[in-house]
């Protein structure tokens, strides 16, 4: 009898080790390895389907520049802000992983698409991988997403997974979720590293040779990550992750990786009892509660998420501790960020926190990763601190320089824009530079104050 050979697999980056180890050396985490068995070549190979994934029997060529590109190969959600995200669509043939925390609503969205899609008269087969087609059932019901070209199976086996795609040769394919598929010729239990990667990597050829556009649905961990090994998110062609707060409704679908658009693009939905409705515009949804502006502590800021503008407000907290570490507490922008702008504060305005405890929010559950937040961060902060108020139709722009200067942001022509269109008629921003985008900026009808240090721009803001 041969000698059965393993391998140690960690279960978060896919770090491949001959024996166990207590931490990992590639990600840091501990604990994370599972044993797997190590196959020959000859029983990977499948012979369940007639379908001949990945074959190379036969090769062909094509100069690039004859290669021609349908216009109309994009497949509509039947959603605006799915759209958004998309790059304007479902590109055929394209493999998208969704992911998000449970009860999210993943499924619920998915769902929702495929009724828009199945109305365009395409096939669907959705794979129900952990729950029945009787659960499914139901929540179709509930969205009203009954349709003749819905399919619905439930299975966990790859293969017969495969046997079900070239029976029924469907145009959209769902798999939810890809953690529950596993495939027989792989010994490692369902969800392992090395199931995900290998059952991932066989949709990937199907979606791509067979041309049907397929959606897998991911989990993720505690720590927000999606599970399975880091080269599931290079393998497929979207990744998005579907955000939202435990105990409000607003969801945001996020995307993070986009081969076919604009990475970090947002669509905004609410979660009611007939599904996820879109909202059209999110930074009316983001200031439905413009009188809280009116006390301190509260600023408006202009950030962009990919090509959106989005309005949000940042509140900020500051109160006296007696303890002798005063805690610094961020959600919505990099902590680092914040101790940045608090010694800027301190060391350019004079403003000593070193006593007290400082607690940022940017309202909304969006994260702000540019720098153009700095000076709505900064102004309520001081205001906090010196319990004053900015005028409510002022809306701030500007990143901060360690030496207190305001440096100029991008798109500031959009960004003030929406702003307009929002009600606001104040706006501080960095000093502008090139006269073609000043001369088309004091078109808008805002009104502008240009400044270019943290002081200028306290002077202007804050109401005396």
């Given amino acids: 009898m041969a000698k059965v050979k393993s391998k140690w697999v960690c279960q978060n980056c896919g770090y491949e080790t001959a024996s166990y180890l207590g931490k990992c050396p590639d990600c840091g ?76 609503g993943k499924s619920t969205l998915i769902l929702q698409t495929a009724k828009n899609i199945a109305s365009q008269n395409k096939k669907i087969l959705y794979i129900c991988a952990e729950e029945s087609t009787s659960q499914v059932k139901l929540r179709a019901e509930r969205l009203n997403a009954n349709s003749e070209n819905i399919y619905v199976t439930q299975q966990n086996c790859l293969e017969e997974i495969i046997k079900q795609i070239e029976n029924l040769k469907p145009e959209f394919l769902v798999v ?66 579907f955000e939202g707060e435990k105990y409000k409704t607003t969801r945001i679908l996020r995307g993070i990786k986009n081969r076919f658009g604009a990475v970090s693009e947002v669509g905004v939905f609410n979660m009611e009892d007939i599904g996820l409705v879109e909202i059209k515009n999110p930074s009316e949804l983001f200031l439905s509660d413009r009188e809280n502006l009116t006390t301190s502590g509260s600023t408006v800021i ?32 990099e902590y680092d960020r914040l101790l940045q702008i608090l010694a800027v504060l301190e060391k350019r305005v004079g403003l000593n926190l070193s006593k007290s405890d400082v607690y940022i929010n940017v309202i909304g559950g969006i994260d702000i990763v540019e720098p153009a937040a700095d000076l709505g961060v900064a102004l309520a902060v001081l205001t906090s601190a010196r319990d004053t108020v900015i005028n409510k139709d002022t809306v701030c722009l500007g990143e901060i320089g360690l030496n207190g200067e305001i440096r100029s942001v991008d798109n500031l022509e959009a960004r003030l824009k929406e702003a307009y269109k929002l009600g606001f008629i104040r706006a501080v921003v960095p000093k502008i530079n090139n006269k073609t985008i000043k001369e088309r900026i004091l078109k808008i009808g805002i009104q502008i104050f240009e400044v270019s240090k943290i002081s200028d721009a306290i002077k202007i803001a804050i109401l005396n």
């Fill in 29 to 104: 985490r501990f604990s994370t390895f599972v044993e797997e068995i190590i196959q020959e070549k000859s029983e990977v190979k499948s012979k369940n389907s007639s379908m001949n994934i990945g074959s190379t029997e036969t090769f062909s060529y094509t100069k690039i520049n004859e290669v021609k590109v349908d216009t109309s190969i994009r497949i509509t959600s039947g959603m605006e802000e799915f759209d958004r995200v998309l790059g304007g669509g479902f590109v055929e043939g394209s493999l998208c992983l969704l992911a998000g925390d449970p009860g999210i």
């Fill in 176 to 241: 939810d979720s890809i953690q529950s598929v596993f495939s027989a010729q792989i010994l490692s239990s369902t969800g392992s590293v090395s199931q995900i990667r290998e059952c991932t990597n066989i949709l990937m050829r199907i979606a791509k040779q067979f041309n049907v556009t397929t959606v897998i649905i991911g989990h993720v961990t505690k720590e927000g990550n999606i599970a399975g090994p880091k080269v599931l998110e290079h393998m497929v062609d979207c990744v998005l992750n």
């Fill in 302 to 333: 202009a950030t962009l998420e990919g090509t959106r503008c989005l309005l949000l407000e940042v509140q900020a907290l500051t109160g006296s501790t007696p303890y002798p570490n005063p805690r610094r507490v961020a959600r919505g922008i």
